[in-house]
């Protein structure tokens, strides 16, 4: 009796611990229906069968990315808008948090609720790409509806002929610097520095009248070397090529500023996180990321803000392309409405609603017409339009970094592992080379094995 | 044969037993054995499933990040006796009659119901350079340069070890404390009359007897530490895991497969063979744990 009791127990506890451990992988048995039975409305002929015959009264469902309820006027004024010129197409928006994108995104397309048009990033529209999930906008967009955008925003989420998302609005990169920081190294606090060198020796400065860091690394590493020209992959996509004396020349220089304790080491991993919070806690001088960052800085610490400088972003080469952070929108192939889904994403992102957009918040369009406004070149007295006039002049240069390649976050969390491994004094920038050439290779022959 | 009396009252047991049983099998095993067939497929969601064998396993093994997840989860598992010897200590020091006591069981109590992301939040920023640790460290002349605790590969993993004892310190005591207050007094009494001193009696005759309770502490424990994941995904953002995968643990890594790349049969199959390693030392401990409270006399 008592060994039948301990075998129950140990059985329920058997029982519990694969709860525990498997739940958080469980899914629902809907779920593989939707996306096993649900027939997808997306490829090009159905749509294709489906453009020749407006349809009467469709909803299209939009989601955003966190922008209500501070952009609720502007949205619901686009919308209107739109629905007055398309009397058929209704559209109903939800605001998702840009944390919780990824789950509800999921949960939605589980539960057979997709979405016709969501406002995704560069990455996770990239990786949606790559399972299948979103519409061919070079097979089922017009020419006319293509034009609109800067080409190298557009080809962001391109992957092979394919490309899956209209860009929306994006943001550009400026120097910002605390001020009163500056005084107190004795440096002239309006004169911030035009190019790495001089950043590294008002680091220097700082670091030695103040005793606190200027900034943490933030670059997109990657994205350096291909401003330095190293073309990281063959033409073919079959071969890493980062071995070459760019890639070390670079890797050394960008290691010695952790050796001369320019840097701290919590910047490693903390990244931009750890320098928004040092320079809004005034322990950090400089901040190299985009302008939307000076709002939080005004609402968290408005005296910093106050001793706040802009700046144009020091390069590390004079004209090469600028990485910026881009926001798209999508379309789900299981959307059952592809023309009318395509005609509001388009209309969303394109130069009227782009313009109006930033006139309401310091973002910069990624079309062209918009681009060209006199209102990116004119410039008032605070931070946040002189940030924005900085950043337009960009635009024309602006991307998003990528490679065009399915699951292409396993060769840049590649590169990125060894190349921390290398700044905390885990191996010399040769050895990284080697190791970060060998585990890219290893995950980019994997790719191409499962994508072929 | 059981009276009608009984029968009635093991009638209405079942009775109550049904509707949370219904939900566990909604929200639990469903899920569970769901997930099982799951981990042979490359079920993403969002495109068409379709059946790959062992392949999800067979990928794992050869998986060096899933590989060094478990390593990593397994070190995890110092805390579990770590935690218990505290948390019994405390336990035996708030279980006496004094004045102020309710003071230090609930102040013990309050990591327990912080919020583990507020606190994982703070901790960090303790952790950091330019943290209070290293002031205080510095101050008190233990250490010369500060140490960035959550960056040193070699440090990181016992940095956030030192959140989930702290966190996990009260959810035990009080365990422990419910064990001390059912073990007789006359055991006690009758060993401090036989002339067995205060750290005799606790050694020799509460420890033994709260066996029951450390088996059981130390399974949830184990269970909790393997599957940590709140504490290493807030302290490590905005790279789960860093520095390079140093604190990546096997639920960090899962969740990463499953939510950030979508590779939702991948991620079934790392967790059930987590699983498995869960259900190994389960066994172990039940097997050499299991003696103890008063059969411990017997």
């Given at each position: 009796?008592?060994?039948?009791?301990?075998?129950?127990?140990v059985?329920?506890?058997v029982?519990m611990m694969?709860?525990?451990?498997?739940?958080?992988?469980?899914?629902?048995n809907?779920s593989s229906?939707?996306?096993?039975?649900?027939?997808?409305?997306?490829s090009?002929?159905?749509?294709?069968?489906?453009?020749?015959?407006?349809?009467e009264?469709?909803?299209?469902d939009?989601?955003t990315?966190?922008?209500?309820?501070?952009?609720?006027?502007?949205i619901?004024g686009?919308?209107?808008?739109?629905?007055s010129?398309?009397?058929?197409?209704?559209?109903?928006?939800?605001?998702?948090?840009?944390?919780s994108?990824?789950?509800?995104?999921l949960?939605?397309i589980?539960?057979?609720?997709?979405?016709?048009?969501?406002?995704?990033?560069?990455?996770?529209?990239?990786?949606?790409?790559?399972k299948?999930?979103?519409v061919?906008?070079n097979?089922e967009?017009?020419?006319?509806?293509?034009?609109?955008?800067f080409?190298?925003?557009?080809?962001?989420?391109?992957?092979?002929?394919?490309a899956y998302?209209f860009?929306?609005?994006?943001?550009g990169?400026?120097?910002?610097y605390?001020?009163k920081?500056?005084?107190?190294?004795?440096?002239d606090?309006?004169?911030?520095?035009?190019?790495?060198?001089e950043?590294?020796q008002?680091?220097?400065?700082i670091?030695?009248?103040t005793?606190?860091?200027?900034f943490v690394?933030?670059?997109?590493?990657?994205?350096d070397?291909?401003?330095?020209?190293?073309?990281?992959?063959?033409?073919?996509?079959?071969?890493?090529?980062?071995n070459?004396?760019?890639?070390?020349?670079?890797?050394k220089?960008?290691?010695?500023?952790?050796?001369?304790?320019?840097?701290?080491?919590?910047?490693?991993?903390g990244?931009?996180?750890?320098?928004?919070?040092?320079?809004?806690?005034?322990?950090?001088?400089?901040?190299?990321?985009g302008p939307q960052?000076?709002?939080?800085v005004?609402?968290?610490a408005?005296?910093?803000?106050?001793?706040?400088g802009?700046?144009?972003?020091?390069?590390?080469?004079q004209?090469?392309d600028?990485?910026?952070?881009?926001?798209?929108?999508?379309?789900?192939k299981?959307?059952?409405?592809?023309?009318?889904?395509?005609?509001?994403?388009?209309?969303?992102?394109?130069?009227?609603s782009q313009?109006?957009?930033a006139?309401v918040?310091?973002?910069?369009?990624?079309?062209k017409q918009a681009?060209?406004d006199?209102?990116?070149?004119?410039?008032?007295?605070?931070?946040?339009?002189?940030?924005?006039?900085?950043?337009?002049k960009?635009?024309?240069?602006?991307?998003d970094?990528?490679?065009?390649?399915?699951?292409?976050n396993d060769?840049?969390?590649?590169?990125?592992d060894e190349w921390?491994?290398?700044l905390?004094?885990?191996?010399?920038p040769e050895?990284?080379?080697?190791a970060?050439?060998?585990?890219?290779?290893?995950?980019?022959?994997?790719?191409?094995a499962?994508?072929k | 044969?059981?009276?009608?009396?009984?029968r009635?009252?093991?009638r209405?047991?079942?009775?109550?037993?049904?509707p949370?049983?219904?939900?566990?099998?909604v929200?639990?095993?469903?899920?569970?054995?769901?997930?099982l067939?799951l981990?042979?497929t490359?079920?993403?969601v969002?495109?068409?499933?379709?059946w790959?064998?062992?392949?999800?396993?067979?990928?794992?093994?050869?998986?060096?990040?899933?590989?060094?997840?478990?390593?990593?989860?397994?070190?995890?598992?110092?805390?579990?006796?770590?935690?218990?010897?505290?948390?019994?200590?405390?336990?035996?020091?708030?279980?006496?009659?004094?004045?102020?006591?309710?003071?230090?069981?609930?102040?013990?109590?309050?990591?327990?119901?912080?919020?583990?992301?507020?606190?994982?939040?703070?901790?960090?920023?303790?952790?950091?350079?330019?943290?209070i640790?290293?002031?205080?460290?510095?101050?008190?002349g233990?250490i010369?340069?500060?140490?960035s605790y959550?960056?040193?590969?070699?440090?990181?993993?016992?940095?956030?070890?030192?959140?989930t004892?702290?966190?996990?310190?009260?959810?035990?005591m009080?365990?422990?404390?419910?064990?001390l207050?059912s073990?007789?007094?006359?055991?006690?009494?009758?060993?401090?009359?036989?002339?067995?001193?205060r750290?005799?009696?606790?050694?020799?005759?509460?420890?033994?007897l709260?066996?029951?309770?450390?088996?059981l502490?130390?399974?949830?424990?184990?269970?909790?530490?393997i599957?940590?994941?709140?504490?290493?995904?807030?302290?490590?953002?905005?790279?789960?895991?860093?520095?390079?995968?140093?604190?990546m643990?096997?639920?960090?890594?899962?969740?990463?497969?499953?939510?950030?790349?979508f590779?939702?049969g991948?991620?079934?199959?790392?967790?059930?063979?987590?699983?498995?390693?869960?259900?190994?030392i389960?066994?172990?401990?039940?097997?050499?744990?299991?003696k103890?409270?008063?059969?411990?006399?017997?």
């Amino acid at each position: 009796m008592a060994r039948r009791s301990r075998l129950t127990a140990v059985l329920l506890a058997v029982v519990m611990m694969m709860t525990m451990v498997l739940a958080a992988c469980g899914s629902n048995n809907e779920s593989s229906s939707a996306s096993n039975s649900a027939p997808p409305t997306g490829s090009a002929q159905q749509s294709g069968e489906k453009s020749e015959a407006p349809k009467e009264n469709v909803q299209i469902d939009f989601w955003t990315l966190s922008l209500s309820p501070n952009f609720d006027d502007y949205i619901n004024g686009r919308i209107k808008k739109f629905e007055s010129e398309n009397p058929n197409i209704k559209v109903k928006w939800t605001d998702i948090p840009y944390n919780s994108a990824e789950n509800k995104l999921l949960t939605s397309i589980a539960g057979g609720n997709t979405p016709d048009v969501v406002n995704l990033n560069t990455v996770l529209a990239l990786t949606l790409a790559s399972k299948n999930a979103l519409v061919d906008l070079n097979a089922e967009a017009t020419e006319e509806q293509r034009s609109i955008y800067f080409e190298k925003m557009y080809n962001s989420t391109a992957l092979g002929n394919s490309a899956y998302a209209f860009p929306w609005y994006l943001t550009g990169a400026v120097f910002m610097y605390n001020k009163k920081i500056y005084e107190e190294a004795g440096l002239d606090p309006n004169t911030p520095p035009k190019n790495w060198d001089e950043v590294v020796q008002q680091a220097k400065t700082i670091k030695e009248k103040t005793g606190k860091y200027s900034f943490v690394y933030t670059n997109h590493i990657l994205a350096d070397l291909r401003e330095l020209g190293v073309p990281i992959l063959n033409e073919d996509k079959t071969k890493v090529m980062i071995n070459t004396p760019e890639v070390l020349k670079h890797a050394k220089w960008v290691k010695s500023l952790y050796d001369q304790e320019l840097i701290p080491k919590d910047g490693v991993t903390g990244k931009y996180t750890y320098n928004i919070d040092q320079f809004q806690a005034g322990q950090m001088a400089m901040l190299m990321t985009g302008p939307q960052f000076l709002n939080r800085v005004k609402e968290n610490a408005p005296d910093v803000y106050k001793n706040t400088g802009v700046a144009e972003l020091p390069r590390l080469t004079q004209d090469g392309d600028i990485v910026t952070a881009l926001m798209n929108v999508v379309i789900p192939k299981l959307s059952d409405s592809h023309k009318e889904a395509i005609a509001f994403a388009n209309y969303i992102t394109n130069d009227e609603s782009q313009l109006e957009f930033a006139k309401v918040v310091n973002i910069l369009p990624s079309t062209k017409q918009a681009a060209k406004d006199p209102f990116f070149t004119t410039e008032a007295d605070d931070p946040e339009s002189k940030a924005k006039v900085i950043t337009a002049k960009q635009l024309d240069r602006a991307y998003d970094f990528t490679f065009g390649l399915n699951r292409e976050n396993d060769i840049i969390k590649a590169f990125n592992d060894e190349w921390d491994k290398m700044l905390l004094g885990q191996q010399t920038p040769e050895e990284m080379i080697k190791a970060a050439e060998k585990s890219m290779q290893e995950k980019l022959d994997a790719i191409n094995a499962e994508f072929k | 044969m059981l009276s009608k009396l009984n029968r009635n009252r093991l009638r209405f047991a079942y009775l109550m037993i049904i509707p949370g049983f219904m939900l566990m099998a909604v929200f639990v095993f469903y899920p569970i054995l769901y997930g099982l067939p799951l981990a042979f497929t490359n079920y993403s969601v969002v495109d068409e499933m379709k059946w790959v064998g062992w392949k999800n396993f067979d990928r794992a093994f050869k998986d060096p990040i899933f590989i060094k997840s478990i390593w990593n989860s397994l070190i995890y598992l110092i805390v579990v006796p770590i935690i218990q010897l505290i948390s019994i200590l405390m336990a035996i020091l708030v279980n006496n009659r004094l004045r102020g006591v309710q003071f230090f069981r609930v102040a013990y109590f309050v990591p327990v119901v912080t919020s583990m992301v507020a606190a994982a939040i703070a901790w960090r920023w303790m952790f950091q350079g330019n943290g209070i640790l290293n002031y205080l460290l510095q101050s008190a002349g233990l250490i010369g340069k500060p140490i960035s605790y959550l960056a040193e590969a070699d440090v990181a993993l016992f940095a956030i070890m030192c959140v989930t004892v702290w966190k996990g310190l009260g959810y035990y005591m009080m365990i422990y404390l419910a064990g001390l207050q059912s073990i007789p007094s006359e055991m006690q009494e009758a060993a401090r009359i036989d002339g067995a001193g205060r750290a005799k009696v606790i050694w020799y005759i509460t420890i033994p007897l709260l066996k029951p309770f450390v088996l059981l502490c130390s399974l949830i424990s184990m269970m909790s530490a393997i599957r940590v994941f709140d504490e290493v995904y807030v302290m490590t953002a905005p790279l789960p895991g860093a520095p390079f995968n140093a604190t990546m643990t096997s639920a960090v890594y899962t969740y990463e497969k499953a939510f950030r790349d979508f590779d939702f049969g991948y991620a079934a199959a790392l967790g059930l063979i987590v699983s498995l390693i869960v259900m190994v030392i389960s066994i172990i401990m039940f097997k050499y744990g299991r003696k103890g409270g008063m059969s411990y006399y017997g």
